[in-house]
Every structure is written in structure tokens, then in C-alpha cells.
């Protein structure tokens, strides 16, 4: 399943307007992958919602452990650094359609190897965390309680979105004001629509 055409355009946008040449080249060719195309186009999507004149950098590993890239590196002038990683999630949406069910995966599958990417650091100097993309609501108490489970001092978000990539997600954070943080950066709301409840849900089936 493909996000719609006007995903690819945005993608392509950003890494013409956003990249160097020979990033935005290699980026080009990355996207021939059809492994990886969504995956790749996933990674653009967040940065145009971030202002235009903001400073950014893809690919970055000056503040990552080993050789590991950061997808970016965000510099709002005068204010924090973001650094965010950008995953896509389709498996969800597969099994949704496979089965019919209420999906039953591991919510903390949506986070998988992206602590690894990550240094310590104090979020009043550096905020990190990831952005999913994923089709589907994830159960909102195994959510939270993944989250949880990150470490919390290489961990500071996550962020939920769709890939129609709308102003709507669902955001964590481990402080309320680095909420605000990344609504005023991102220009984006914090919307209930990507969670449920599992309880309510199977009580309503047996009802």
C-alpha cells in the first residue's frame, strides 16, 4: 500500500529546497529502492512543517554514538537543537487488512532501533525523539507504556502522524512545555484520533 502521489511531490520538494545537491541526488536514488520508497519518503515528510528559514541537516552523526545517522538535525534560531528520527509503520496497516482484527502487535515495535541512534543529553539543551508514521491507532495504555520503557535521557517524544501528513498527531513527551516545544516548531495540534482503547473497544463487541 503507497501513501497518495502528492506525498511523493512533498518528499521530492523538500529534499530539492532542504538538501545539497549531492544529498538531494543521492536521496533521488535512494527512492528507486521499492525495499525502502516509503520508508525513504517518510523521512521528509516532518520537515515541511518546520519553517522555511529554520536551519536544518539530514543524515547528521555528530550526536549520535558510533557511525549511526540522525535523520535531522533541527536549529531554530536562539532556541533548542531537535534531532529526529522519522520511522514508517505500515506493518499495522497490513495486518489490519489481513485479518479484520483489532491489531495485536508490540506497540514498542514502533520505536525499534532508534535509542541506539541517540546520545544522553539534557532535553533543556536537546530535544530528541521519533516521528511514526503509522496507518493505524495504537492502543493508548501500551503506548504510553512504551514510551515509558525508552530510555527517558536519549528518548524526550515521539510523535504519531498519518501519512496525508495534515497538521493532526498525537504527541508524548516526557515534560509538558517540550510539547508545546515541538507543536510551535512543527506548526502541528495534538489530536486523540491516532490512540483507542482496547477495553471500551472489546466491551463494545460484546455488547
Not at 521528509?44 to 549520535?64: E, F, H, N, W
Not at 495504537?138 to 496525508?164: M, P, S, T, V
Not at 490512540?195 to 455488547?207: D, G, M, P, Y
Request: aromatic share 8%; hydrophobic share 35%; charged share 30%.
Amino acid at each position: 500500500m503507497c501513501p497518495p502521489i502528492k506525498t511523493l511531490v512533498t518528499a521530492l520538494s523538500i529534499a530539492k529546497s532542504r538538501l545539497p545537491p549531492d544529498q538531494a541526488q543521492a536521496y533521488e536514488k535512494r527512492l528507486a529502492n521499492p525495499d525502502k520508497h516509503i520508508d525513504y519518503l517518510s523521512e521528509m515528510l516532518p520537515i515541511s512543517r518546520v519553517d522555511s528559514k529554520t536551519p536544518v541537516s539530514y543524515g547528521v552523526q555528530a550526536y549520535s554514538p558510533g557511525n549511526h545517522d540522525i535523520d535531522w538535525k533541527i536549529a531554530p534560531p536562539g532556541e533548542r537543537i531537535i534531532l529526529l528520527e522519522v520511522k514508517n509503520r505500515m506493518n499495522d496497516l497490513v495486518e489490519l487488512i489481513d485479518s479484520g482484527q483489532i491489531p495485536s502487535h508490540e506497540v514498542s515495535s514502533l520505536f525499534r532501533s532508534t535509542e541506539k541512534k541517540f546520545l544522553p543529553t539534557n532535553p533543556d539543551e536537546r530535544l530528541q525523539g521519533v516521528w511514526v508514521y503509522t496507518e493505524v491507532r495504537q492502543e493508548i495504555n501500551e503506548l504510553h507504556e512504551a514510551f515509558q520503557k525508552l530510555d527517558r535521557e536519549k528518548i524526550h517524544f515521539i510523535i504519531l502522524g498519518y501519512h496525508e501528513n495534515d497538521d493532526e498527531t498525537y504527541i508524548l513527551t516526557r515534560r509538558p512545555e517540550d510539547q508545546d516545544y515541538l507543536k510551535e516548531v512543527f506548526k502541528i495540534v495534538h489530536k486523540n484520533r491516532f490512540t483507542f482503547n482496547r477495553a471500551i473497544v472489546q466491551s463494545a463487541i460484546e455488547i
